[in-house]
């Protein structure tokens, strides 16, 4: 048995969801390759019951005008969602990477409150439902943005235990482009 990492487990484990998370396979084995346990659940079923430490949420974006009905009216997010919450580490954590289809500042700002409500919604239910001291933040990804970039912010966050006051902040994108997501989320509360 390895040593305990600062998760207060053997290894974190961290869980990629969201109705298109099949298409962020680049995504998981970036963080897989810093030892990092990595589990792609699309649906119940493929959690297997196991201890999550951190919880990575994809949305692609909604195009229609009702995008933020959706995000908390979408089953298949949810579903998944409230299946991973008993088996959330007491803490854990959770990120939403939450792409954007325009360049537009006015339209990417409506966005980040929407991830907002969003991460404030996912805390809330883990919070009542499950007991955890669950913190939820978001990065507002335009989706012409560097998944390289991307790939790696998140590597280096999920590859150890990132304690952070911040709770419900919304980093956008080009912010990660000389700065970690951990930085970007301690800034926000200084």
Known sequence: MGSPSS????????????????????????????????????????????????????????????WRDWLHNETDIWDVFDDVVPHLSNPSTGLIVGYTATDDPETRSDYRLAWEDLASAFESAAISDGGVDFTMNAIEVPVRSDREVLEARLAEFFSKRRSTYANHVVVPFENLHNSSIIAELTNSVI
Not at 22 to 47: F, P, Q, W, Y
Request: proline share 3%; glycine share 8%.
């Open 7 to 66: 998760y207060g487990t053997d290894r974190p484990h961290v869980v990629i969801t969201g109705k298109d998370a099949a298409h962020v396979a680049g995504l998981a084995r970036a963080i897989e390759s810093t030892g990092t346990r990595t589990t792609v659940a699309e649906k119940r079923s493929d959690l297997h019951g196991e201890s999550v430490t951190a919880l990575l949420v994809v949305l692609e974006p909604v195009e229609d005008d009702n």
